[in-house]
């Protein structure tokens, strides 16, 4: 594993991998690990690592089709799954709290709405699915049993592409997609048992735009949020609050970017704190990681 060296401007750094004005001084620049192969994996813009299969990943499209797809790092499809709900625009996954030392359950966040039209959205949560090699590549494994939060903004509607979940309380955060700065609300993990619609919290106000994607470490120490061409880090002390960590201004961590990655959304930790992965949004995307110094 080779780390490149980068003579930085004040104003500008060039790299093989992209244009940053920042080198981060926690990740190495990204290695190309494979290109997805799936032929319906062409608007990816969600991602997580699973927790059942080490080295697997569960990535899902733009969109209201509800599909989700088990892959590995070398690009290929193993599985795919449906859920089995209206769906307006998924738009992240995140992954969170194994109940009881089961199997983690994965939230699906249909929380897109570019027009800030929507009355509510939807976040759907259910245990990680087992999968069989070489069956159900071409087909669709129905998920039949998943739990669904519908919510709404304490202001307005909003878009929002970054969906999170704090591993250690369990709540569930959405960050809005919105130009000079992101909006974060919670909806804590009790919230689940109750009817009807649940108004979610808003807890803070960060400056960093267009975000596109996010994802948090599994031991949630480190908040990392993207959006095409950059990505920052906020660390979280032992105690402290998501809110009260997002007030500094974070670290910024590297992406690829255009044109190598056009329109990355997808950005998700290695659950063992190795690094993080990313992946754009078109067909036969690359996968990149960036492991950590």
Same mark, same amino acid.
């Given at each position: #594993? ?15 991998? $992209?244009?940053?004005?920042? =080198?981060?001084? !926690? ?21 997580? =690592?699973?927790?059942?299969?080490? $080295?697997?990943?569960?990535?899902? %499209? ?9 892959? %590995? ?19 992240? /996954?995140?992954? @969170? ?52 939060? /519908? ?13 999170? =979940? ?17 909006? =974060? ?27 596109? @994607?996010?994802? #948090? ?30 007030? @500094? ?16 959304? !997808? ?27």
């Amino acid at each position: #594993m080779k780390a490149f060296i980068i003579a930085c401007a004040s104003i500008l750094s060039i790299s093989m991998l $992209g244009c940053r004005a920042e =080198v981060s001084e !926690s990740f190495l620049e990204g290695m190309e690990l494979s290109s997805l192969s799936g032929k319906k994996l062409d608007e990816i813009s969600g991602m997580v =690592v699973s927790r059942r299969d080490p $080295g697997m990943l569960w990535v899902h %499209n733009d969109g209201s089709k509800g599909r989700l797809f088990a892959v %590995n790092t070398n690009g290929q499809v193993l599985a795919t799954f449906s859920l089995r709900a209206d769906v307006d625009d998924l738009e992240d /996954i995140a992954v @969170g709290p194994r109940p009881e030392n089961g199997p983690a359950f994965l939230y699906l966040g249909d929380i897109g709405d570019n027009q800030e039209k929507r009355k509510f959205i939807r976040v759907f949560r259910f245990l990680e699915p087992e999968w069989v090699p070489g069956k159900d590549r071409d087909g669709a494994v129905s998920i039949d049993e998943f739990e669904t939060l /519908i919510l709404t903004y304490p202001d307005q509607p909003h878009d929002a592409e970054a969906l999170l =979940v704090d591993p250690i309380s369990g709540d569930l955060l959405i960050v809005t997609k919105e130009h000079r700065r992101a909006r =974060v609300y919670r909806a804590q993990s009790d919230r689940w048992r109750e009817p009807g619609t649940v108004r979610l919290e808003f807890v803070a106000q960060i400056a960093f735009d267009d975000v596109s @994607g996010g994802d #948090m470490s599994s031991d949630g120490a480190l908040i990392l949020l993207r959006r095409e061409e950059k990505a920052r880090l906020w660390r979280r002390h032992s105690g402290e609050t998501i809110s009260a960590a997002l007030r @500094g201004p974070g670290e910024a961590v590297p992406v690829i970017g255009p044109p190598r990655e056009a329109n990355g959304e !997808s950005i998700a930790f290695d659950p063992n704190g190795s690094g993080y992965y990313t992946l754009g949004e078109g067909e036969k995307e690359k996968l990149f990681f960036f492991p950590r110094k």
